[in-house]
């Protein structure tokens, strides 16, 4: 993956969601490259992506499904703008830094000397070994918290009835997604809605020791247990957090007897500076690829992928996933 998007990160602000616009402008670069657009074809192709570009986050009201569609329908989107672009439909060759362009409309304009930076380094630098995996199903700016929360429990053997009060420090950016308003957060609707709920993500964690797709029923989310916890939660707004550059978790919770304990965690875990290990990816995608596929299948994958640095051709991998 190359380096492109001199704005990307600016996408995370409410009430955007990130995955429509990035995911499509992608969508559009890997199928038009899959299916060998000429460059002109290309930079139509990518100028009709632009033009499909949207997604917003309402579906945080009521933890209705429609994020889900997000990653999806970008790909749908690059696929059929690649097909139009082959067949001679033309799309803005500014599309990226027009006056109405991509960046404009959604970042609120960017930085053209950091863009024509990271456009020196196409073809040569690239963002494969950068990506960050998410060790939890749900938003991945709670994902921090949820890891200080765990260290908690487990370093002082925490138990939810000790739990007097849980008070984090947040960057403004993240109320609208995490925790506004706080009342419906304390309580989420269903599954997915506890997704997008930090009382409940922090909670669940401290309760159950876990937060696997198991967590993210409609029915693990009436979990009395949990929304008590969850109903302890607060927090206050810490302006030095450089959001969105910067996702952070500082957790303190306050116990029956009055000790404070206190963690902090500056960056996602899953990332090449806080990776997660080899065995819980492999159980990650084991639990994912097993909802569909048999265990013998998803053993293929992950032996495959383990000699990916070795193999001399993809053929060994791409049979793992097509058989």
């Keep these: 993956m190359p380096r492109g998007a001199g704005r990307a990160r600016s996408l995370s602000r409410p009430p955007l969601s990130p995955d429509l616009p990035r995911g499509k402008l992608r969508g559009g670069r890997r199928r038009g490259r899959l299916r060998g657009l000429t460059e002109d074809q290309l930079v139509s192709a990518f100028g009709i992506c632009g033009s499909q570009a949207g997604g917003i986050i309402e579906y ?48 609120g304009g960017h930085d053209a000397a950091r863009l024509d930076e990271l456009l020196g380094t196409l073809g040569r630098a690239w963002e494969l070994l950068e990506l960050t995996f998410k060790p939890y199903p749900c938003g991945s700016i709670a994902q921090p918290y949820m890891d200080c929360a765990l260290r908690l429990r487990e370093r002082h053997k925490i138990q939810p009835e000790q739990i007097a009060q849980i008070r984090c420090r947040t960057a403004e950016g993240p109320l609208p997604r995490l925790w506004e308003p706080l009342a419906a957060k304390h309580k989420p609707p269903n599954g997915y809605a506890a997704k997008f709920s930090l009382p409940y993500l922090l909670a669940v964690i401290l309760v159950k020791g876990r937060a696997g797709l198991a967590e993210f029923t409609d029915e693990a989310a009436r979990d009395e247990a949990v929304l008590q916890v969850a109903s302890r939660v607060s927090y206050e707004i810490d302006p030095s957090i450089d959001y969105p550059r910067q996702f952070i978790g500082d957790v303190t919770i306050r116990l029956d007897d009055g000790r404070l304990l206190e963690e902090r965690q500056d960056r996602p875990r899953g990332g090449p500076d806080l990776p ?48």
Excluded: C, I
């Design 60 to 107: 945080l009201t009521d933890g209705s499904w429609t994020k889900r569609l997000h990653p999806g329908w970008a790909a749908h989107a690059g696929v059929v703008a690649a097909l139009l672009a082959r067949s001679g439909f033309t799309g803005p060759e500014t599309v990226f830094e027009g006056a109405h362009g991509f960046y404009q409309a959604f970042a």
């Design 276 to 323: 997660m290990t080899w065995e819980e990816m492999e159980a990650k995608f084991r639990g994912n690829a097993t909802l569909a596929v048999s265990e013998a299948r998803a053993a293929r994958v992950v032996e495959a992928v383990a000699r990916l640095d070795r193999l001399e051709r993809l053929a060994p991998l791409m049979e793992s996933l097509t058989a």
